[in-house]
């Protein structure tokens, strides 16, 4: 049987070069399938899945949410919790910008400029975790302590549902 094979987006280099233990996972995507679908392909609850959300704050400026696939977020608890007037998701155009990644293939690693990163607690008490590789259809899965030590984020208290 042939390997399958694996694509190496920034997402992968950056969880090389920060030595990340992690399993790659491809799955057949669908547009606008979200995390129910990558979690029903991979076998996986989708509270596992984490979202890779990126937001603008009243200024404009860009940040990422890291939220469970079967959450959303209060962006109004967002800004509050954050220091700021209000959090808006930003268009796929925005948001491709500043990541370099197409909506749906959004990875928090490797993002091409470095964004202030926001992770809701209760994911950091998760086992393992199943996270945008940096292409649609490619998760990769990884400890949450791991996570923390490769981007850093300012853990919150944001999830509706």
């Known amino acids: 049987m042939a390997k399958e094979k694996f694509p190496v987006t920034p997402a992968i280099r950056a969880l090389r070069e920060g030595k990340i233990p992690f399993s790659e996972h491809l799955y057949a995507y669908e547009e606008k399938g979200g995390t129910a679908t990558s979690a029903r392909e991979l076998g996986v609850?989708?509270?596992?899945v984490i979202?890779?959300?990126i937001?603008?704050?009243d200024k404009k400026k860009p940040l990422i949410i890291l939220m469970h696939g079967d959450c959303q977020v209060s962006t109004k608890?967002?800004?509050r919790q954050?220091?700021?007037r209000s959090v808006v998701p930003s268009s796929p155009e925005a948001a491709s910008r500043h990541t370099g990644y197409l909506v749906g293939g959004t990875s928090p690693f490797g993002t091409k400029q470095p964004l202030p990163v926001y992770?809701?607690?209760s994911i950091?008490?998760?086992e393992r975790i199943y996270i945008n590789g940096g292409k649609r259809g490619f998760l990769v899965a990884l400890a949450p302590q791991d996570l923390v030590k490769l981007l850093k984020p300012t853990p919150v208290t944001v999830?509706?549902?």
């Open 45 to 48: 609850d989708e509270h596992c």
């Open 51 to 53: 979202k890779t959300l």
């Open 55 to 57: 937001m603008e704050d």
């Open 77 to 79: 608890e967002l800004a």
């Open 82 to 84: 954050i220091g700021a």
């Open 119 to 121: 992770v809701e607690a």
């Open 124 to 126: 950091l008490e998760l």
């Open 159 to 161: 999830a509706i549902g």
